[in-house]
């Protein structure tokens, strides 16, 4: 079973850093590619960045230099640091994890970059 809990969303300036954190409940957290969504208001979900098992990462070009996903797998945690906020981050994020045929997403946490 899985079960993914975000925190970290909230309200940041332009400019502005946040740290996004996902926790998996489930068990091999260490094997499983995790991804971080974003989902805009009025737009569909869009994937914003990847990690597999090894630590290797990918992401979109929107984001790319800016945000880092990691992982601590002694703690079945992944985290995106969102660095140099823009007002176009602004979204419900979510992480989200594709285990044994299942799609796996926590509830969301939002981002809102606004001065």
């Known amino acids: 079973q899985v079960h993914l809990v975000e925190s970290g969303g909230g309200l940041v300036q332009p400019g502005g850093s946040l740290r996004l954190t996902c926790v998996d409940s489930?068990?091999?957290?260490?094997?499983?590619?995790m991804r971080w969504y974003r989902q805009r208001s009025g737009k569909g979900r869009e994937l914003v960045a990847t990690?597999?098992?090894?630590?290797?990462?990918d992401y979109a070009d929107s984001v790319k230099g800016r945000f880092i996903i990691s992982r601590d797998n002694a703690n079945n945690t992944v985290y995106l640091q969102m660095n140099s906020l823009k007002p176009e981050d602004t979204a419900e994020y979510y992480c989200?994890?594709?285990?044994?045929?299942?799609?796996?997403w926590g509830q969301g946490t939002q981002v809102t970059v606004s001065s």
């Open positions: 989200n994890v594709f285990y044994e045929g299942e799609n796996y």
């Open positions: 489930g068990t091999t957290f260490g094997l499983k590619i």
């Open positions: 990690i597999i098992s090894d630590g290797g990462t």
